[in-house]
């Protein structure tokens, strides 16, 4: 009986440790499954949202309109600036609710586009009201 405790133990603590949380945007083509899954992340914080991507965010832009949004990209800015025919641009906007305070002149020169870890914690707790996915193909 002891054994058989032991093993349940085990076998449990294994299937726990093992089994890690998949994103649910794993590549930039599975962006659309944002979109399709959006009650999800609706008035629940951008955090939560920007947990389920995979990929590199790379490029962003901040929006103070009403409402304010973020335009999040995940290309670089050069590789943009580098027309590729073909290449599809998808481009993530997250709409929220609070007004946005953000301020270009006040990004790092150099790295006023780049979405960091700082920026995570210091827009993360703004409420998602709307998601959109735009995809172009470069001509």
């Excluded at 995979?54 to 943009?80: C, H, M, Q, W």
Aim: proline share 4%; glycine share 2%.
């Amino acid at each position: 009986m002891k054994n058989t405790l032991k093993i349940f133990a085990i076998l449990f603590l294994l299937i726990n440790y093992s089994c890690k949380a998949q994103h649910m945007v794993q590549t930039i083509k599975d962006v659309h499954l944002l979109k399709n899954n959006e009650q999800q992340f609706i008035n629940k914080p951008l955090k939560n949202l920007l947990k389920e991507i995979k990929p590199e965010i790379k490029n962003v832009l901040g929006t103070k309109d009403d409402p304010s949004y973020f335009a999040f990209n995940f290309i670089s800015r050069d590789e943009i600036k580098r027309k590729v025919i073909g290449r599809k641009h998808i481009n993530l906007y997250v709409y929220v609710k609070e007004p946005l305070k953000w301020n270009f002149n006040e990004r790092p020169q150099g790295k006023e586009y780049l979405w960091s870890k700082e920026d995570v914690e210091k827009y993360g707790d703004l409420t998602v009201i709307r998601i959109k996915v735009i995809e172009r193909i470069e001509d």
